[in-house]
T-cell receptor
Framework: DVKVTQSSRYLVKRTGEKVFLECVQDMDHENMFWYRQDPGLGLRLIYFSYDVKMKEKGDIPEGYSVSREKKERFSLILESASTNQTSMYLC????????????????FGPGTRLTVL | AQKVTQAQTEISVVEKEDVTLDCVYETRDTTYYLFWYKQPPSGELVFLIR??????QNEISGRYSWNFQKSTSSFNFTITASQVVDSAVYFC????????????FGSGTRLLVRP
């Protein structure tokens, strides 16, 4: 079974703090993704990575950065947390099948509920 | 541009009722893939089904069935004889040539099954 784990289920931070959210997958997947989920808006892609050290901006990258130094680990960084970044953050991975459109099935972690005070 | 619409924000049914979750999509491509995911209260999205645009056969898996109709750009999901464990948020998603590796998600439908 594919396993995607996230470092924390719940996190509370102060405005201006630097925040790291960690995601690890154990299936040797090429692609990894960070989404945020807000009521009524569904899932919105923040960043994704298709290879080690490679990344692409998603739909809402402002205020975020990412790091992928190893294939299995993908980190989301909030450089200076703000209250409007209070949200549920979901990490996903997929095999990286080289088809367009993508036939990849994404596998999700349990999510991190971040509150910024 | 691609878009996925789940017009039903929340549905409440009594156990054993059948329920259909609607999904309408927009894409310019002729080749695309549609997905359904379930998000139970634990938070983790669980993959349910993937369907390509060339396969319009309906799919049945136990109490779950999916009706794909290209003529109406819909990919609806029916749960037969619903159970309390079906309570979750359900997301429909689209992948097409423009979206590359991305999935375009709908806003989700929250299903509450009451005992």
């Amino acid at each position: 079974d594919v396993k995607v784990t996230q470092s924390s289920r719940y996190l509370v931070k102060r405005t201006g703090e630097k925040v790291f959210l960690e995601c690890v997958q154990d299936m040797d997947h090429e692609n990894m993704f960070w989404y945020r989920q807000d009521p009524g808006l569904g899932l919105r892609l923040i960043y994704f990575s298709y290879d080690v050290k490679m990344k692409e901006k998603g739909d809402i990258p402002e205020g975020y950065s990412v790091s992928r130094e190893k294939k299995e680990r993908f980190s989301l960084i909030l450089e200076s947390a703000s209250t409007n970044q209070t949200s549920m953050y979901l990490c996903a991975s997929s095999p990286g099948l080289a088809t367009i459109p993508s036939t990849d099935t994404q596998y999700f972690g349990p999510g991190t509920r971040l509150t910024v005070l | 541009a691609q878009k996925v619409t789940q017009a039903q924000t929340e549905i409440s049914v009594v156990e054993k009722e059948d329920v259909t979750l609607d999904c309408v999509y927009e894409t310019r491509d002729t080749t695309y893939y549609l997905f359904w995911y379930k998000q139970p209260p634990s938070g983790e999205l669980v993959f349910l089904i993937r369907r390509n645009s060339f396969d319009e056969q309906n799919e049945i898996s136990g109490r779950y069935s999916w009706n794909f109709q290209k003529s109406t750009s819909s990919f609806n999901f029916t749960i037969t004889a619903s159970q309390v464990v079906d309570s979750a948020v359900y997301f429909c998603a689209l992948s097409d040539g423009d979206s590359s590796y991305k999935l375009i998600f709908g806003s989700g439908t929250r299903l509450l099954v009451r005992p």
